[in-house]
T-cell receptor, first 112, second 114 residues
Framework: DAKTTQPTSMDCAEGRAANLPCNHSTISGNEYVYWYRQIHSQGPQYIIHGLKNNETNEMASLIITEDRKSSTLILPHATLRDTAVYYCIVRVAGNAGNMLTFGGGTRLMVKP | SQTIHQWPATLVQPVGSPLSLECTVEGTSNPNLYWYRQAAGRGLQLLFYSVGIGQISSEVPQNLSASRPQDRQFILSSKKLLLSDSGFYLC?????????????FGDGTRLSIL
């Protein structure tokens, strides 16, 4: 699976949009981009995933560049409960044995 | 909707004692099931995965084992725990189809070996 690079930490004001970038310059054509977050002492929570088109759900939006070498997770109106470590993962679909490889992630701190 | 349950939430066990962690999924059938371990401040390590009843694949050789006695039940076991078995154990599930669907995690079991 392709390696990802994320900033170590970011701050965001409550109520503002949080934009979390991820670089995956070696991504292959059959690799999806997945985003998870983990709040301390809890299991990772799935947020969103995509292949090449932008995606939106009730939690967030995912913007993938045309060359697919980077993506941005957008939390449109961050709340204090969005404070967590956010992980960007690229993974080939189709093989149940493909583990999720979590890198260091971005520690997002939402401040009042 | 689908839910995943893991228990216990925390566990303190002496070295050499046995282990049994249980995970069940509701609201779906024939899911892929996974056991991961997360060491403090580090990423996830896939321990076992299962694509069906009685079908277990091991990713890392160790003194742990897994079983899937029922379609939506996944059990992690050990006959004799080691100090190095301490960690945060996570169960996850994913649909079999389509293959790009994400894995969904339980709340985890924090295991401390004394």
């Amino acid at each position: 699976d392709a390696k990802t690079t994320q900033p170590t930490s970011m701050d965001c004001a409550e109520g503002r949009a949080a934009n979390l970038p991820c670089n995956h310059s070696t991504i292959s054509g059959n690799e999806y981009v997945y985003w998870y977050r983990q709040i301390h002492s809890q299991g990772p929570q799935y947020i969103i995933h995509g292949l090449k088109n932008n995606e939106t759900n009730e939690m967030a939006s995912l913007i993938i560049t045309e060359d697919r070498k980077s993506s941005t997770l957008i939390l449109p109106h961050a709340t204090l409960r969005d404070t967590a470590v956010y992980y960007c993962i690229v993974r080939v679909a189709g093989n149940a044995g493909n583990m999720l490889t979590f890198g260091g992630g971005t520690r997002l701190m939402v401040k009042p | 909707s689908q839910t995943i349950h893991q228990w216990p939430a925390t566990l303190v066990q002496p070295v050499g004692s046995p282990l049994s962690l249980e995970c069940t999924v509701e609201g779906t059938s024939n899911p892929n099931l996974y056991w991961y371990r997360q060491a403090a401040g580090r990423g996830l390590q896939l321990l076992f995965y299962s694509v069906g009843i009685g079908q277990i694949s091991s990713e890392v050789p160790q003194n742990l084992s897994a079983s899937r006695p029922q379609d939506r039940q996944f059990i992690l076991s050990s006959k004799k725990l080691l100090l190095s078995d301490s960690g945060f154990y996570l169960c996850a599930w994913s649909p079999t189809r389509p293959s790009n669907q994400p894995q969904h995690f339980g709340d985890g079991t924090r295991l401390s070996i004394l």
